[in-house]
Every structure is written in structure tokens, then in C-alpha cells.
């Protein structure tokens, strides 16, 4: 049975969701960004583009089997998905704020009746319920952070990252509701429906995640210092040794290596006499 992905077809997690796709090897053409569905010619998995809000909702309805949206999302919607991948990016926080002159610093102290502009009403309310604070939730569908400015709420409930925009908007966050990413969702029937073809797309993106975050690495290195170089490049397995054609006083080693440690790495190779120094990009790492 073809397998129906939903992906946010607009917004902060669009395009990096679709990067991860496509370095998955999910081929989708040349007519992203045009058409509402696209079926993959390479697998039958077949991406549906939607508002990263509305994915919770048609999980659980099931006219979707699985999905990409942040787990703010998923918790608003208030529905028990499954979380079945953190994808390490779209980090935010669903947090408090307050104008910049409120004396309030902290959200104990926020009084019952208060104004509260949110786009997450219902974790919004959740949250101050189980404050036992009585508060006023003001729907609004974005620019919360205008609203204390306008005087249509006292505080608001926003998402929030670096936290410029609420600087810019004169705003101070008391509190965190919610931690958020990016996540592959899916629900516990369409698991049951499903789960050999959402493992493996899952375990398809989690090889890019990891790759990601690694160099491949390689390098000629003197014979008498080859003991050297398990130091400079600790790991499990240790590096790759490959003798060099001719009798050059050199080997060529190989390493997987954390992106991190490429200058690290460098640096004390070269102390040691390497040459040829390469690192390159890797698209996936599967065990
Ligand atoms: P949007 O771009 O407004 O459609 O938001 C879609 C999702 O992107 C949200 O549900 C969050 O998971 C994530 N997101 C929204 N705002 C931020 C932010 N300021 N920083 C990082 N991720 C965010």
C-alpha cells in the first residue's frame, strides 16, 4: 500500500524537510513547490504537502500515515502520536512573555483574568490550568507578539528561538510551556498499518542525520608514526591503513571523523608529518 507522507508545505520547517527527503533518496522531480501531492518515483511513498499545523490532525484521522512537523504541533493538537525520529533541527520553545515594563518575572505571579494572546490555545490553557491560574486565552493566528503593544492581551504564549523577535517587540520570557524540533510523527495504527515501510524511510533520514554531522577524512601518513594517529583519531574501530603503491615511507589512512574535530584533526596531523590532507562530505552513515 502506498505510503502517505505529509510534509509542511510552507514555513520554517519546508525546505530543510525536503533537503532531508531528497538526500534520503525519496526522488520527488522537479515540480516541488508546484503540485499538492507528488508520488516518488523511486519508492511508493507518496508526499503530501500540508501546513505543518494540520499534520497532527490528519494523522489522526488517517488520511495521512506519517509525517514531519515540530512536536509543538503535536502537542497542541493535544492527540497521543508517536514520535518515531527527532530530526535535530526547527528548535523553538513555546514560551511566556511579558512587556519589558510588566513587573511580573515570573509566571507564578500572573493573576487570574489575564489576557493571554496565543496561536496555541489549547496547551496554552492546559499549561495555566495546571497553575491553577484562571486566565483569559485570546486566539489570535500570528503576530502574538504585537498584541500587549495593541492592548488586546496582557502576556503572550509564543514560539521562540534565539529570542530577537521578542527583544525587537519589547517583550521578556518568564517561562517554557514546551520544548520543540522538527520530528517524524506517525500514529500507533498506522504503525500497526505500516511499520516496515515508516522504518525504513525513518531509518533512511536518521543515515543523513548522522552523516550530517561527520567528515570522511584521509590522509598520508609517515610509516615510523602511524601508531600516532589512533591517538589523534580515537574511535571505536580506529582508522582504515592502506598500504601505498610503491615504497613512499607513507600509508594512507582513512577515518570517519565528527565535523567538530576536522580542524582539531588537521592540525595534529600535520604536526606528525601527514600529507595529502582530504576531507570530504559523507551522504549517509548506516550500520
Ligand atoms: P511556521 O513556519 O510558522 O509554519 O511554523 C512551523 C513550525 O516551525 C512550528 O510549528 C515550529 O515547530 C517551527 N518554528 C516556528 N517558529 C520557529 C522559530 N522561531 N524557530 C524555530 N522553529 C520554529
Known sequence: ?????????????????????????????????????I?????????MFVRAQDI?????????????????????????LVDVLDLQFGFCRLSV?????????DVKDIKDGSRIATSFPKITKKYFDSLGKNVSVI????????????????????????????????????????ESQAAIISSKAALETNKAEIDEIASSIYSVLRAENKKYLMANVPK??????????PGLEGPTVIPLAGNSGFAAVHAVIDATEVYRVISELKKIGAKGILTMPIERQVD
Open 1 to 37: 500500500m502506498t505510503l502517505r507522507f505529509g510534509v509542511p508545505n510552507k514555513g520554517r520547517l519546508n525546505e530543510k524537510t525536503i533537503e532531508l527527503l531528497v538526500k534520503a533518496g525519496i526522488e520527488l522531480g522537479d515540480d516541488i513547490g508546484r503540485k499538492l501531492y
Open 224 to 233: 615510523s608514526v602511524l601508531d600516532k594517529v589512533e591517538e589523534i583519531i
Open 56 to 80: 497532527p490532525e490528519f494523522i489522526e484521522r488517517g488520511a495521512i500515515d506519517v509525517g514531519i512537523t515540530g512536536l509543538d504541533q503535536v502537542a497542541e493538537s493535544g492527540y497521543d
Open 97 to 105: 512573555a511579558v512587556p519589558e515594563g510588566s513587573s511580573i518575572r
Open 139 to 178: 486566539v489570535v493566528s500570528g503576530a502574538a507578539e504585537i498584541m500587549p503593544y495593541l492592548g488586546v492581551s496582557d502576556y503572550i504564549v509564543d514560539l521562540v528561538s534565539t529570542g530577537s523577535t521578542l527583544k525587537m517587540n519589547r517583550l521578556v520570557e518568564i517561562g517554557t510551556i514546551v
Open 39 to 47: 508520488k516518488a518515483s523511486n519508492q511508493d511513498v507518496e508526499i
